[in-house]
C-alpha cells in the first residue's frame, strides 16, 4: 500500500470514527432526554410509559418533602406507604397482572425541583395521580396510607372507597373482610365512603379505594407495621383482595 494510500484509509477510519462517535452521543442524549422527564415522576408521563391495558394502579402515598404522619415510635408514613405498595405491585405482578406504580421513589409525583411549582407542589402532586388513574379508566386503584391520630388506643386497618363507583365499595368490602380473617381477627371496623377533605377518591370516577393500614400513633400496631414479615402479610391480604375484584383488560 502507498503512502497516499495509507493516509487515505487513515482518513476514511478517523471519519467513520467521529461518525461513530457522533451517533453514539445522539442516542446518549435522545436517551436522557426521554428517560429524565419519567424521572421527576409525573402522572401525565408515567402514562405513556405503562404497557396498556393496565389493570392495576398502587399508590403509595406522600413522598418527598411530604412525610405524611409520624410515628409514636418515629416510623414515617411516606416509606411504609411506599415499601407496602411496592411489596403489593411485585405480587400483583408476579400474579400476571399490569400493574403500575404512581411512585417508585422517595418524590413526590412531580418535579420537586421546578420553581414554577413553588406553593403548588402538593396541588400538582395529587392532580398528577388522578391523572394517572383518568388515563386508565379500566383500572383498579389502590391508594396506600397510615392512620394517625392523638388517642393511642385506636388501631386496625380501615378502608375508604370513592362514591363514583360501586366497584370501588366492592373492593374496599373485600379488603375490610379479609383484613379481619386473615391478618387483625380483633378489626370490627367498617367501609366508609370518602369525604370531600379525600381529593384522590372524590376526583377519580372509576374504582378506587384508599387503604389506611394501621395507626402510627399505637405502639403495638407501629411495631407490627415496622416488621418486614408483617407487611408481607398486609400485602398478600391486599393482593388476594384485588385479585377477587379484578376486571379484564377492556
Known sequence: ???????????????????????????????????????????????????????VIVDAG???????????TGLVEKNLNLEIATLLHDMLCAAGTKTCMTRTVDSLVCDESDPALRGKLKQTDLKNRAALAEANPGALFVSIHMNNFPVEKYSGL???????????????????????ALLQPGNTRGIKAAGSNIYLLNRIRTAAVLVECGFLSNRAESAC??????????ALVLTASVLQNLREPS
Open 1 to 55: 500500500m502507498s503512502r497516499s494510500e495509507s493516509r487515505r484509509l487513515t482518513f476514511w477510519i478517523a471519519v467513520y470514527c467521529l461518525a461513530f462517535t457522533v451517533v453514539l452521543c445522539a442516542l446518549y442524549f435522545l436517551f436522557v432526554a426521554v428517560t429524565a422527564p419519567w424521572a421527576t415522576h409525573t402522572g401525565r408521563l408515567q402514562t405513556a410509559y405503562i404497557a396498556s391495558p393496565v389493570q
Open 62 to 72: 406522600h413522598g418527598g418533602r411530604d412525610g405524611g404522619a409520624t410515628g409514636v
Open 158 to 180: 380501615q378502608v375508604y372507597y370513592s362514591p363514583h363507583a360501586e366497584e370501588s365499595r366492592v373492593l374496599a368490602a373485600s379488603i375490610q373482610a379479609n383484613t379481619a
Open 225 to 234: 407495621l415496622a416488621n418486614g414479615t408483617y407487611r408481607q402479610k398486609l
